[in-house]
């Protein structure tokens, strides 16, 4: 006897994928390896069957420049001071747009990263006075921009010894960020006021006032300067209606 059977039906879930930010700035490389450990691990610590993370790594200036300040709602950030409390390579533009939102006041400033999070691990020298300024000066700005942060923020230190041995903080850190960032995750993505678009394209703003060759090409225009450039797109429009009608007019 032969019997038609039939397969039952496999459904196949789709599973959302969500990117993370992982970004850096590096003297001597140990934050840039810090940041691609983060990196690495990030996807394994964060995904869940339902719902998978992915880590993008790279420096400060390279999200600023490359990715146009393409905000994700959670950040993860790895940098440390130089010289004089100054930026290390690959965080000059980052620290300047920092800068920038410290010395602004008025509430748009204050909206600007409303809604996005961020961990911050920072690395120094406490032989210098300034050894935790940049990490401190950033802290400062994206808090001052709406953003929270999350977890502590951790502070390396080079010359650090026995278990406050920089590496050892640097690891006791990484370990310590998933339970803070998967409880944020938790949620369901979209939190009271979080617009990434907008940040984005105002921290694009932003950048172009500060840097003489930042292209706004992509950038919304927001406000009067959006109402301007709404007028100006229908302008050709308009003159060729006019041109139109005219050479009707003449040939009827």
């Known amino acids: 006897y032969c019997y038609n059977i039939t397969k039952p039906e496999t459904t196949t879930m789709t599973v959302d994928t969500e990117e993370i930010f992982v970004l850096y700035s590096s003297q001597t490389g140990n934050s840039e390896s810090a940041a691609e450990e983060i990196t690495s691990l990030l996807p394994s610590k964060l995904s869940s069957s339902s719902k998978k993370y992915k880590a993008k790594c790279m ?115 990484v370990d310590g960020i998933w339970s803070h960032l998967n409880e944020v995750l938790k949620g369901d993505g979209s939190p009271e006021g979080l617009d990434l678009l907008k940040s984005k394209d105002d921290s694009s703003q932003i950048c172009a006032k500060i840097f003489e060759d930042w292209d706004l090409k992509g950038v919304t225009p927001s406000g009067n300067q959006g109402l301007f450039f709404a007028k100006l797109s229908i302008l050709p429009i308009l003159l060729s209606l006019v041109a139109y009608f005219l050479l009707k007019e003449k040939y009827l």
């Open 59 to 173: 420096q400060l200036d390279d999200f600023l420049e490359i990715e146009r300040a393409a905000w994700t709602r959670l950040v993860i950030i790895v940098t440390s001071s130089y010289g004089v409390g100054q930026a290390p390579l690959g965080g000059y533009k980052f620290r300047e747009l920092c800068d920038y939102i410290l010395s602004e006041k008025g509430t748009d400033i204050n909206n600007l990263l409303k809604g996005i999070n961020y961990a911050l691990l920072g690395l120094g020298d406490s032989k210098y006075t300034t050894f935790f300024k940049n990490p401190t000066t950033l802290d400062n700005a994206l808090t001052k921009a709406g953003a929270t942060r999350i977890g502590p923020l951790g502070k390396a230190d080079a010359s650090g010894t026995g278990d406050m041995e920089q590496g050892k903080i640097i690891q006791l850190w």
